[in-house]
């Protein structure tokens, strides 16, 4: 197969424009949706996970390239159907990429930058982790080369879908029409993902299609304005700090661990469990909220 053009880096100069643009017209209208260090932050994270993907992006290849050569099947390339089921198993694969990487502690420390900032614009696309790769997120999408997709389609797809979500990163667009709102993911749906309300929290995981979380039940309208963040701020725009700040929690609380069970819990569960209970996971905070009065909740 012909080698497939790096869309990544060919968009990358126009997010920056559209920043630009979205940025001074912030300041004209002085609606506080920019905050100067925060963008630049998120910019310097964005450059980042360029460079990182450069310095990595070759053992991802050699895995992918591996599994390829032990495929079950064989994909045409030139055959547009084959083309449309790659975006479907892409945005499906990522719609759980993206939830585990809210149920698994391992995987959020990598994510969880993505979620730092208190703002939501279009440089908030550019937040993005340098550890992902080295964490193996990249193994979410390994079936698909054994499955018969060329390396080069699923790497392509992968870029594709990050490029559709960078416009739904901003508070400028309300709504879109009723029927785009029903099939695809939107700044509306996507705002309720970045809160850090409690009714909000890991909601809305899509990638492209909001119809998997509708499907799989992780669905959530947007109502009140979000606030923004992590539940727990971590009041910097270090990009250092920011890339690394979960990571340094995960080292933390492994040294204080009694056993090597609860030192696998802290890396597979939910952020938030912990063993005596000092902290919750969105689902124990939910559980307790809706617990029957005078009853314990489990």
């Known amino acids: ?25 912030s300041l004209l209208r002085r609606d506080g949706r920019y905050r100067g260090t925060d963008a630049a932050a998120n910019i310097v994270l964005g450059l980042g996970n360029m460079l990182v993907a450069i310095a990595l992006g070759g053992l991802v290849l050699l895995v992918f390239s591996w599994l390829y050569a032990h495929r079950l099947w064989t994909l045409p390339t030139n055959t547009w159907w084959i083309w449309v089921l ?53 193994l979410f999408w390994a079936w698909m080369p054994l499955a018969g997709f060329h390396p080069a389609m699923v790497l392509f797809m992968q870029s594709a879908n990050l ?14 029409p009723a029927w785009f709102e029903a099939v695809f993911n939107t700044p509306s749906h996507h705002r309720v993902h970045h809160g850090s ?22 669905f959530y309208p947007e109502g009140s304005t979000p606030r923004y963040g992590l539940t727990h701020p971590i009041g910097t725009d270090n990009p250092l700090r920011i890339a690394f700040h979960e990571w340094a ?10 056993s090597l069970g609860e ?11 912990s063993a005596d209970g000092s902290s919750l996971t969105t689902r124990q905070v939910r559980d307790r909220q809706h617990a029957p009065t005078g009853l314990p909740a489990e």
């Open 1 to 25: 197969m012909q080698e497939l053009p790096d869309i990544m880096m060919a968009a990358a100069p126009a997010f920056l424009v559209l920043i630009a643009i979205g940025a001074v017209t």
């Open 197 to 218: 309300d409690e009714e909000y929290l890991d909601r809305n995981y899509a990638g492209t299609l909001i119809v998997w979380d509708k499907l799989f039940g992780s």
């Open 263 to 273: 030192m696998f819990n802290i890396l597979v569960q939910p952020p938030g469990w």
């Open 249 to 258: 929690g995960i080292w933390h609380d492994l040294r204080r661990a009694r």
């Open 163 to 176: 490029i559709y979500q960078f416009w739904i990163h901003t508070e400028a667009i309300h709504r879109m």
């Open 86 to 138: 790659c975006f479907f198993a892409d945005d499906f694969t990522y719609y759980w990429f993206h939830r585990i990487s809210h149920e698994s502690r391992w995987f959020w420390a990598s994510h969880s930058v993505h979620h730092s900032s208190d703002r939501y614009n279009l440089s908030t696309s550019l937040r993005q982790t340098w550890t992902g790769t080295i964490s193996g997120s990249f």
